[in-house]
């Protein structure tokens, strides 16, 4: 089992939708918890940590569940801006393989 | 303030020459970090150093060496390229080696054929 997965999409969502990603990770001991935001042919950007209390950010929402071992990623009312692949990222090195998202008009 | 430049941008090389692949951070960060990224692998660290003088292995290092020059510098040798190391490769810094926010260089795209 891999040590962080996510469910690559592609998801492709209407202007507007609500959107949400998981990513599940192996080590029970893992610590830190971040969702990048890449877009094509570009560089990862740090979206947002994930912190124990879950936190909101605007329009989006991450969240941990340690009992099940993952995050979660919420994205409301969502733009086109918001295409993009989401990575999570456990422990600070531990990168997911990204999720797809695309929204349409 | 430039944050994280990597040489170069895209790469081209025969299977068996090296090449080193440059990277500098300008934010006086501690840790450096050198990933590659393959189609559907997401981002896989190679080597990483978190602080001046220390560098250790990290999921994929096999084929790669490093360097940390000086805090700033954090270069990714490969001695004897393989179509296998065909990616594209990002270096990052971070403040410290923890939960911290890694800002990323914009990549180096290399196919070796």
């Known amino acids: 089992r891999k040590e962080v997965e996510q469910d690559p999409g592609p998801f492709n969502v209407p202007e507007g939708a609500t959107v949400a990603f998981n990513c599940t990770y192996s080590?029970?001991?893992?610590?830190?918890f971040f969702w990048y935001r890449q877009d094509c042919r570009k560089e990862p950007k740090l979206l947002m940590s994930?912190?124990?209390s879950g936190n909101e950010d605007g329009r989006f929402t991450a969240q941990l569940n340690r009992a099940s071992q993952y995050i979660s990623l919420l994205i409301r009312d969502s733009k086109l801006s918001d295409s993009a692949t989401y990575l999570c990222?456990?422990?600070?090195?531990?990168f997911g393989a990204g999720t797809r998202l695309t929204v349409k008009p | 303030n430039a944050g994280v430049t990597q040489t170069p941008k895209f790469q081209v090389l025969k299977t068996g020459q090296s090449m080193t692949l440059q990277c500098a951070q300008d934010?006086?960060?501690?840790?450096m970090y050198w990933y590659r990224q393959d189609p559907g692998m997401g981002l896989r660290l190679i080597y990483y150093?978190?602080?001046?003088?220390?560098?250790d292995k990290g999921e994929v290092p096999n084929g790669y060496n490093v360097s940390r020059l000086n805090k700033r510098e954090f270069s990714l040798r490969l001695e004897s390229a393989a179509p296998s190391q065909t990616s594209v490769y990002f270096c990052?810094?971070?403040?410290?080696?923890?939960?911290?926010?890694?800002?990323f260089g914009p990549g180096t795209r290399l196919t070796v054929t």
């Open positions: 150093s978190a602080s001046e003088g220390t560098t």
């Open positions: 990222v456990v422990n600070d090195m531990r």
């Open positions: 080590n029970s001991a893992s610590q830190s």
């Open positions: 990052a810094s971070s403040d410290a080696q923890g939960p911290w926010e890694q800002y």
């Open positions: 934010m006086n960060h501690n840790s």
């Open positions: 994930v912190y124990s």
